[in-house]
């Protein structure tokens, strides 16, 4: 909907003098980009190129502003105070259509089918009461379907409710539908929608009343789900969608289930039985079947699921009041606005005209181009693939090839341990995995003691006994879902480490490399900079990356970890982690459940039993994830599922020191140490060793449960697969960056 917004300003309203536009991005370059690639590269912007030719990137550098940031953060997390003093000088209209439309999240109260709409009127409610005086115009569309006429006919970006049904009908796959088949569909055009909002911010704009417009067709221009059955069948009988193997496919009238008794019984003849029958002879033929059986349960299973999910919005028998709409449209007559420019009137839509020649073609078409972009994009992996290969055999004829270099060259690169010592903080980092042996700082009696769980000599850490102490996690920290994720219409599969899921990378992650040294300075402040080339396809990761790591003492009492990476040639998700194992009493100091810890951070996202974000945000007040004040760590652990925490908490949006915000506080009340924790990433894991069970590690010390914990700042664990999430992708020549530091003191 914002970008069908954005295209008509930019093509109707040249004078126009800004457009701030919000963009989850990490720097303002990256969030251009984005406005770029993302927004202005759409097809929706044809006319729009077409109109302006040349001098268009001319009136996107006047007119446009991509500013990172996120409204889910204190002042919609722009850092710039320069940059914020601008915006609210010099906005006067502020239009928000952030949300994600995901109806299985957790959440069914007084009421409420889902948390899409209760959190939706919980935020109209806050902006009602909070408005002050204050114009405030809130927009309730119902289903958005494709353009009807601007910029022209047909234009969607993804599926909405009905088209995934009537994509999946086209391609045979829907024999039966859950639904009155007197029930009506609330369908409106998007750029109808847009319309009503151009026309609502002039009447408004110097009003300080509130108001709310329904913006649907239900109650003047009703569509029933019959008619949309009826008019799918004529469509895909005229043009059949064409198989694969060049067969056309074949449809026939859905079945309309119109109640849940005949759902449920047409379910029990046509899956459940024939699920049984699957399940008997596969115990009879020794499992042989167990894959096959496996999927069909899984199929059924997610039936079942998605039935409880819409099944408030297919039997729903009400229709919305769009009389404010109307006299919206009243005004505007009055005012003697254009009516081609400003039509919102469902009245005028032809159903059956509109769905035969606008809304499936455009949904076809939206299909076909997303194929050819995946074809495309795999044409030009295997174009690149085969470049590698000639590559190889042409360095082969010279003697040596690629992969020959870069095993001599790792065979240079011999793991060692190097040291950084100021006087007062000792740090021990071997080149393996970038990965810190060894930490000593004083307690309240000035005796130093060594923090970090960890190994006396490298061999343990080269044959992986370390549940990754101490080492850089990547080149995606955390877990990944099924080891799966698709970028720009390609799949990508990852080694399965953590099963079912992909975890810390990979089987060889970047915590069992060897990086090359490039830099280790003493001295007041001493350093050491390591640097690793992940190559295109490691691990089933896209691109090459060029990754550099900085351990900094930078006082007395402080560390410093800069992490930084560039993509090279391809678009790669990449979220990196610092896994040290913290003790503050000494490594050998049994558990940490005595130590307090302070969090920055009001939610956390839960996680499946797999450990893996459900994609949900939740609130720790009241849950024992809630370490907003200090608390002893093992007051509540009891409470949480599992075996302890493993959770990734999302930080609070605030500044504390050197532009870092603060994310956490330890402190050990044996010894009196503290351990302070700034950074600049999104989220945090508070890991508590769950996992260790009797790893002997430096002097003979048993590492046991909940001997160590863990902070990694990171960006959100699986945030690949959720759109929610901040995005962890970096574009070709985008840079990575992750700064932690770490101070130690007493108390």
């Known amino acids: ?78 850092k710039d105070p320069n940059l914020r003093e601008e915006m609210w000088r010099e906005i006067d209209v502020i239009l928000n259509s952030a949300a994600t439309t995901k109806f299985d999240e957790r959440a069914r109260l007084y009421g409420w089918p889902n948390t899409y709409v209760f959190t939706k009127a919980m935020g109209e409610m806050l902006l009602g009461h909070l408005r002050e005086n204050l114009p405030l115009v809130i927009i309730r569309p119902t289903i958005i379907t494709t353009t009807y006429k601007e910029p022209f006919p047909g234009w969607i970006e993804g599926f909405r409710t009905i088209d995934s049904i009537v994509i999946s009908y086209a391609k045979g796959k829907l024999s039966c539908f859950l639904g009155n088949v007197k029930s009506i569909l609330d369908a409106i055009p998007a750029d109808m929608v847009v319309n009503l909002i151009f026309e609502a911010m002039v009447v ?60 449920h019984r047409y379910m029990a003849i046509h899956c459940l039985l024939p699920l049984k029958g699957l399940q008997v002879i596969d115990t009879c033929c020794c499992y042989y079947f167990h894959s096959k059986y496996i999927k069909l349960n899984r199929k059924i299973n997610f039936l079942m699921r998605a039935v409880e999910l819409y099944r408030p919005f297919v039997f729903f028998e009400g229709i919305f009041d769009d009389t ?45 181009d997303s194929i050819r972009y995946t074809i495309r994009t795999s044409l030009q992996c295997l174009n690149d693939h085969y470049n590698e290969v000639s590559k190889k055999i042409n360095a082969e004829r010279e003697g040596i090839g690629k992969d020959e270099e870069k095993r001599m060259a790792d065979q240079q690169k011999k793991p060692e341990i190097l040291e950084l010592n100021n006087g007062t903080m000792q740090v021990k980092i071997t080149n393996y995995g970038a990965t810190i042996t060894s930490l000593s700082v004083p307690d309240k009696n000035g005796k130093l003691a060594d923090v970090v769980l960890g190994f006396d000599s490298l061999e343990p850490y080269l044959k992986g006994a370390a549940p990754y102490f101490g080492a850089i996690v990547g080149r995606v920290a955390n877990r990944i879902k099924d080891g799966k994720f698709t970028l720009n219409g390609v799949q990508f599969s990852l080694p399965i480490n953590k099963p079912p899921n992909s975890l810390h990378g990979g089987l060889k992650g970047f915590d069992k490399v060897v990086w090359e040294v490039t830099e280790h300075k003493g001295g007041e402040n001493p350093s050491i900079t390591f640097k690793y080339h992940s190559c295109d396809g490691e691990e089933g990761y896209p691109g090459d990356v060029s990754v550099t790591a900085t351990y900094t003492l930078t006082s007395s009492t402080t560390m410093r970890l800069d992490m930084e990476a560039v993509s090279e040639n391809k678009p790669t998700p ?17 558990n940490v459940l005595d130590h307090s810890i302070q969090i920055w951070a009001s939610h956390v996202t839960p996680v499946d039993q797999n450990t893996v974000p459900t994609g949900e945000i939740m609130p720790v007040k009241g849950t024992p994830f809630d370490f907003t004040s200090e608390n002893r760590i093992g007051s509540s652990i009891h409470e949480v599922p599992g075996l302890g925490y493993d959770h990734n ?99």
């Open 324 to 368: 404010n709409a109307e006299k919206l449209r009243t005004t505007a007559k009055e005012r003697n606005v254009e009516i081609e420019a400003s039509y919102f009137d469902p009245k005028c839509i032809d159903w059956e005209d509109y769905f035969m020649n606008t809304h499936i073609p455009g949904l076809i078409k939206y299909k076909m």
């Open 1 to 78: 909907m914002d970008v069908v917004f954005v295209e008509k300003i930019l093509r109707t309203q040249p004078n126009v003098n800004k457009i701030f536009l919000l963009v989850r991005a990490a720097d303002t370059k990256a969030a251009t980009e984005r406005f770029h690639n993302e927004v202005l590269g759409k097809e929706l912007f044809r006319v729009v190129r077409e109109k302006w030719g040349s001098n268009l990137n001319s009136l996107i550098s006047e007119k446009v502003l991509a500013i990172p940031g996120d409204i889910s953060c204190d002042n919609l997390g722009v």
């Open 574 to 590: 990449i979220s990196l982690a610092q896994h040290t194992y913290w003790n503050l009493a000494g490594h050998n100091s049994g």
């Open 204 to 263: 408004h704009a110097s009003q300080s009343s509130e108001i709310i417009y329904h913006v649907g067709s239900s109650m003047r221009n009703p569509l029933k789900l019959l008619e949309i059955r009826d008019y799918s069948f004529r469509y895909f009988t005229k043009n059949p969608w064409i198989k694969e193997d060049g067969k056309p496919v074949k449809v026939g009238k859905v079945t309309m289930l119109s109640n849940m008794a005949s759902f």
């Open 649 to 747: 908490y999302v930080l609070d949006c605030v500044e504390e020191k050197l532009g870092l915000k603060h994310a956490a506080r330890v402190k050990d009340p044996s010894s009196s140490r503290v351990l302070n924790l700034w950074t600049n990433a999104p989220g945090m894991q508070f890991y508590t060793g769950n996992y260790v069970n009797g790893v002997v590690g430096k002097g003979g010390a048993v590492y046991g449960k909940h001997s160590g914990l863990c902070l990694e700042t990171q960006g959100f664990p699986n945030a690949i697969n959720q759109p929610n999430f901040p995005s962890v992708v970096v574009q070709p020549g985008e840079k990575y960056e992750h700064t932690m530091l770490f101070e130690f003191s007493v108390e």
